[in-house]
């Protein structure tokens, strides 16, 4: 049966308390489509290729990590203005949770990143709580952590392996969380698993003497996105469709 669209959009902003948290995107929904919703289609990214395939897939809503619109609303000119032509033709309503998807205690990307990588006494770090840092039981060697860890990886994680071999206290900052680094370093943490590198990040690593796991950008967005997805299907029975459109970042 349809939902509506405001009722699904209600309690997402609830649920995601989307107005709880500073940040750079503008959440909730940004593009407004059809008032009735059977059909939800998830993507990391707004873009071309993902509103094409939701508008193939027939959905109503597309739900992303990464919207359009970020600080503010954009004059409507080039690829913006073709791609809002794009979910207007389609009557797709667009919806974006950026932070909050992040640090949501259960289907944040942190949180689900850092159940996969079997952390124990997890506890938020840095400013907004937009890290995790928890404990490994028992420690193990960080070639063993990276080989179990992330076997489900769709690509081999870059290393930095600054620190010891040992591995017992891991941050987690999904995306791009290099920024958070030394945070990470003044929590206890041996090792920092973020999604993409930076360059000055090496030097920061090096000096402080820290491993850091870079196990892609996009990967590390996709866990929050499919947790909420199923959230959703059982709240509102609707059917919900992952568009994997990766990036190799």
């Not at 000055?200 to 850091?212: F, M, P, T, W």
Request: hydrophobic share 40%; glycine share 8%; charged share 25%.
């Amino acid at each position: 049966m349809p939902t509506s669209r405001d009722e699904m959009v209600r309690f997402l902003d609830e649920y995601l308390a989307i107005d709880r948290l500073q940040d750079i995107s503008i959440n909730g929904l940004q593009v407004e489509g059809r008032e009735e919703v059977d059909r939800v289609c998830l993507a990391v990214d707004a873009c071309k290729e993902a509103i094409q395939m939701a508008g193939e897939e027939k959905a109503q809503l597309l739900l992303v990590h990464h919207g359009l619109f970020w600080g503010t609303v954009p004059p409507l000119v080039g690829r913006i203005k073709r791609l809002v032509k794009d979910l207007i033709q389609f009557d797709l309503s667009l919806y974006a949770a950026h932070l909050p998807l992040d640090v949501h205690e259960t289907v944040g990307n942190n949180v689900v990143l850092s159940g996969l990588l079997e952390l124990e006494n997890t506890r938020c770090f840095g400013d907004q709580d937009v890290g995790i840092v928890g404990t490994l039981d028992p420690p193990r060697s960080l070639d063993l952590f990276v080989e179990q860890a992330f076997e489900e990886a769709p690509n081999s994680p870059k290393v930095h392996s600054f620190g010891g071999d040992q591995v017992r206290t891991v941050a987690v900052v999904t995306g791009s969380g290099t920024s958070l680094m030394t945070e990470a370093f003044k929590e206890g943490a041996d090792c920092l698993v973020t999604g993409e590198p930076r360059h000055q990040a090496y030097h920061e690593a090096k000096e402080l003497g820290i491993n850091v796991i870079y196990a892609g950008h996009y990967w590390t967005e996709t866990m929050g996105l499919k947790r909420l997805g199923a959230v959703i299907e059982e709240r509102f029975d609707v059917k919900i469709h992952f568009l994997h459109i990766p990036t190799g970042l």
